[in-house]
C-alpha cells in the first residue's frame, strides 16, 4: 500500500511539472525531484513562481476566489475528493487530503502551493501574491 501512495505522489507531482510548467523549465525541476533532499530547491520557489505554461492555466475571477467557490470550480471539472499536495507549507507538502479541506487551508494563505486533482490533467495553483489563483488544466487531447 506504501508503494501505492509513492506512486500516486510521483505521478501526481511529475504530472504538475510536464503539464503545466514551462516546458524550457521542465526537465530541471524533474532533475530535482529525482533528488530528495533537493525537494527544497523547488518547493521554495512557489510563493513567487514564474513558471506556469500561460496556456495551461485558467484565471479564476476575483469575485470567485473563495475556497468553496473554487472546490465547486474543481468538482464540476472532474476533479475528485481528495487532492494531492505539492507545496512550500509542510502541512501540505506530499500529502494526499480531501480537497474541500485542503482549499480551505490554501486558500489565502500566502504559502505557493499546488494542488493535483487529477495527475497532469487537473488542478490547482495558489501563490503567495494576492490573487494569484489558478485553475490548472490539461485540455483534452493535448
Not at 476533479?79 to 480537497?99: M, N, R
Request: hydrophobic fraction near 35%; charge should be positive.
Amino acid at each position: 500500500m506504501r508503494e501505492r501512495a509513492q506512486l500516486d505522489a510521483a505521478e501526481h507531482e511529475r504530472g504538475l511539472i510536464t503539464s503545466f510548467f514551462f516546458p524550457a523549465r521542465q526537465e530541471r525541476y524533474l532533475a530535482l525531484l529525482g533528488k530528495p533532499k533537493r525537494r527544497g530547491d523547488i518547493t521554495r520557489e512557489f510563493a513567487h513562481f514564474k513558471h506556469l505554461d500561460p496556456r495551461r492555466i485558467v484565471s479564476i475571477s476575483p469575485s470567485a476566489q473563495h475556497f468553496e467557490n473554487i472546490y465547486e470550480l474543481l468538482r464540476r471539472k472532474g476533479a475528485p475528493e481528495v487532492c494531492y499536495g505539492f507545496s512550500e507549507w509542510d502541512e501540505i507538502d506530499g500529502k494526499t487530503l480531501p480537497l474541500r479541506d485542503a482549499l480551505k487551508m490554501v486558500v489565502g494563505s500566502g504559502m505557493g502551493t499546488f494542488l493535483s486533482c487529477l495527475p497532469g490533467r487537473l488542478g490547482y495553483f495558489e501563490g503567495e501574491v494576492m490573487k494569484t489563483r489558478y485553475i490548472l488544466e490539461l485540455a483534452k487531447g493535448k
